[in-house]
T-cell receptor
């Protein structure tokens, strides 16, 4: 079974402070990991995926297979980063399991 | 990016009635679409995988006779909540990925806006 855990429901940081949204997963094979973001009153959308190893809007995430983690990081938070963030795992073709989400609140 | 449209965005119905929710991929073809349910402050729970031209694949614990899924074309999947009851009240979201993605590429999922169902 595949499982995704996001331990924090809410994370509040000040503007300019570093951000780390935690994500741990459980999967027996080689997973594909993603971060999805939902801004206020908008639909869920892909932020980044681990296979592309890219930085989107200043966010990065490294897959750590030893710790089974895929934490999302940004060195300097901006107010427009305030949103719901979902970590997701795909263990097979397109079937995706989501974490419970973390609400990021950036305080001006 | 690709757009997935869901309709209606909100629906209120009486207990015992059936409600249909549509999910359309507007500018791409999607052989496979996914239906999720989200309870307040909980994760997105995959309900079923909708396959064009064949029966949907339901996740464990999801009643297929309760949640009827029809995927009649490459751009449209419908979810019908039959004989709805108050406990069916929830936020339903569909997603799809472009068929042009390779089999080895899980592909980016594009999400609809979601449909909030309230059963009185």
């Amino acid at each position: 079974a595949q499982r995704v855990t996001q331990p924090e429901k809410l994370l509040s940081v000040f503007k300019g402070a570093p951000v780390e949204l935690k994500c741990n997963y459980s999967y027996s094979g080689s997973p594909e990991l993603f971060w999805y973001v939902q801004y206020s009153r908008q639909r869920l959308q892909l932020l980044l995926r681990h296979i592309s190893r890219e930085s989107i809007k200043g966010f990065t995430a490294d897959l750590n297979k030893g710790e089974t983690s895929f934490h999302l990081k940004k060195p300097f938070a901006q107010e427009e980063d305030s949103a719901m963030y979902y970590c997701a795992l795909s263990g097979g073709y397109q079937k995706v399991t989501f974490g419970t989400g973390t609400k990021l609140q950036v305080i001006p | 990016g690709a757009v997935v449209s869901q309709h209606p965005s909100r629906v209120i119905c009486k207990s015992g009635t059936s409600v249909k929710i549509e999910c359309r991929s507007l500018d791409f073809q999607a052989t496979t679409m996914f239906w999720y349910r989200q309870f307040p402050k909980q994760s997105l729970m995959l309900m079923a995988t909708s396959n064009e031209g064949s029966k949907a694949t339901y996740e464990q614990g999801v009643e297929k006779d309760k949640f009827l899924i029809n995927h009649a074309s490459l751009t449209l999947s419908t979810l019908t909540v039959t004989s709805a009851h108050p406990e069916d009240s929830s936020f339903y979201i569909c997603s799809a990925s472009d068929d042009r993605g390779s089999m080895l590429d899980t592909g980016e999922l594009f999400f609809g806006e979601g449909s909030r169902l309230t059963v009185l």
